[in-house]
């Protein structure tokens, strides 16, 4: 189980590896559909990582607009 008071760490890294946008999120903000503004970004391919103390997954995106 998640405890709802934890965050997640969000960090988003452009396709050299470079860090470009770090979130710190509650973790029940987050699953009640944060958003993330990605407006300033390139359009590119970035990876999204996702951690907290029990979860860590890393997603592709691509930013087209």
Request: glycine fraction near 4%.
């Amino acid at each position: 189980k998640i405890d709802n008071n934890m965050f997640f760490k969000v960090s988003i890294y452009n396709n050299t590896g470079q860090l470009v946008k770090n979130y710190n999120v509650l973790q029940n903000l987050f699953y009640t559909g944060y958003k993330m503004q990605l407006i300033d970004l390139p359009v590119g391919i970035y990876i999204l990582q996702i951690n907290s103390s029990k979860v860590n997954e890393i997603f592709k995106i691509l930013k087209n607009e």
